[in-house]
């Protein structure tokens, strides 16, 4: 069986070496290898017994592969379609900004948070990606825009709580100054709300930045477009992020994504401020706002530009600090689960039509 070598540390390396019978100095020359994302037929330093002892035990450096790119004219952006070595599919987002480059990888393949609005969830999810499969989705890109990552955000396909240890690896490995080196400040990682995962992550003393998805305050409402509410109300959630910023002293970045007649009038947005304020208390809150990028299947609309304008300027006026969202890659328009999900019925349907011909 193949094992990805991807991520490992040194000591996990020499176990390797090791049970190989490979020795000295050639351990830590893998090791370098392993942590530039190369895999053996590369490792040229090597002599070629050494290359086969690791391939026929299995041992390689595998990244995903790319299915499909898709490259803005607009701005830059790319956005990749990725199989993993089961033929899983996820995606991931490189944009490009004057601070550097960011990617926005996938956590899990499909979703179970079952979020009304998002395609990542349509057909719930098929597994946990190991951190190897998240991580690799950075050295992959990297190889292909031939550019360095300085930023990553865990927004893309899954949620990041719900694959918990996989997580806190991926984050402590891209973190390794042996590896893509990659600081604690410039990675945010976004969740629905799994309180119990916001309590932990508050304890691993890992100063990274940590979003919300709210899009709701009203709890009733919130169960509705987010599933996840019925496990952990609003109150719980909001009092979890006043927990991890007393813990921690990060601040914490609200996510609203505004869909017309559900979640976008002003009355919402007044009641919004004013519940932020009386559970955070003094900690500083910023609310990001993004227009939904509607899912077909899901038949829900984006607010209309003036309402949008009209909710942000209540909660400044609420005394709350909002940004409306830049939209990046414009022209390859597809929320995060758009393209998976997509591919998979081209899939199907090509299977269907195989079925169909005698
Ligand atoms: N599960 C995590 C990570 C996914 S992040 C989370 O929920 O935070 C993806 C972000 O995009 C989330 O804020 C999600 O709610 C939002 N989102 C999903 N589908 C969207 C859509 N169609 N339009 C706009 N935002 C969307």
Same mark, same amino acid.
């Given at each position: 069986m193949a094992v990805n070598m991807l991520g490992m540390t040194e000591n996990e390396v020499a176990g390797i070496c090791g049970s190989l019978s490979i020795t000295g100095f050639r351990i830590k020359q893998i090791y370098k290898?392993? $942590?530039?994302?190369?895999? /053996?037929? &590369?490792?040229?330093? @090597?002599?070629?017994? %050494? !290359?086969?002892?690791?391939?026929?035990?299995?041992?390689?450096?595998? *990244?995903?592969?790319?299915?499909?790119?898709?490259?803005?004219?607009?701005?830059?952006? %790319?956005?990749? @379609? =990725?199989?993993?070595?089961?033929?899983? *599919?996820?995606e991931s987002v490189v944009m490009k900004y004057e601070h550097g480059n960011t990617i926005c990888v996938s956590c899990q393949a499909g979703c179970r948070m079952g979020c009304r609005f998002c395609a990542s969830t349509l057909n719930g999810k098929v597994r946990d990606l190991h951190y190897s499969e998240i991580l690799g989705q950075v050295y992959a890109a990297e190889a292909d825009t031939g550019e360095k990552i300085s930023n990553i955000v865990m927004m893309g396909i899954g949620e990041p709580l719900d694959n918990y240890d996989n997580t806190v690896k991926f984050l402590h490995t891209v973190n390794s100054p042996d590896g893509l080196n990659i600081g604690f400040r410039h990675i945010s990682l976004s969740t629905c709300g799994v309180v119990s995962g916001i309590d932990r992550l508050a304890e691993e003393d890992m100063p990274i930045t940590l979003s919300i998805s709210l899009h709701c305050i009203d709890n009733e409402k919130r169960k509705e477009l987010m599933p996840v509410t019925k496990k952990w109300s609003v109150d719980e959630l909001l009092a979890a992020c006043k927990r991890y910023f007393d813990r921690t002293g990060r601040r914490i970045s609200f996510e609203y994504t505004l869909i017309a007649g559900e979640n976008d009038s002003v009355k919402q947005a007044a009641e919004l401020a004013e519940g932020l304020k009386k559970h955070l208390g003094r900690m500083p809150i910023h609310v990001n706002?993004?227009? *939904?990028?509607?899912?077909?299947? !899901?038949?829900?609309?984006?607010?209309?530009? +003036?309402? %949008?304008?009209? =909710?942000?300027?209540? *909660?400044? $006026? #609420?005394?709350?600090?909002?940004? /409306? !969202?830049?939209?990046? &890659?414009?022209?390859?328009?597809?929320?995060?689960?758009?393209?998976? #999900?997509?591919?998979?019925? +081209?899939? +199907?349907?090509?299977? +269907?039509?195989?079925?169909?011909?005698?």
């Open positions: 290898w392993v $942590s530039a994302g190369k895999d /053996v037929p &590369g490792m040229t330093n @090597l002599p070629a017994s %050494v !290359r086969a002892s690791l391939t026929e035990a299995g041992y390689g450096v595998f *990244l995903p592969k790319i299915e499909k790119k898709l490259v803005s004219s607009i701005d830059g952006t %790319v956005k990749y @379609l =990725f199989s993993l070595s089961d033929g899983e *599919l996820i706002l993004i227009p *939904l990028n509607p899912v077909k299947e !899901r038949g829900l609309g984006t607010s209309a530009r +003036e309402d %949008v304008k009209r =909710f942000q300027d209540t *909660l400044i $006026s #609420h005394g709350i600090n909002a940004t /409306v !969202r830049r939209k990046l &890659g414009p022209d390859i328009n597809a929320s995060c689960g758009q393209l998976r #999900h997509s591919a998979k019925q +081209e899939n +199907e349907e090509n299977t +269907e039509k195989k079925g169909d011909t005698p």
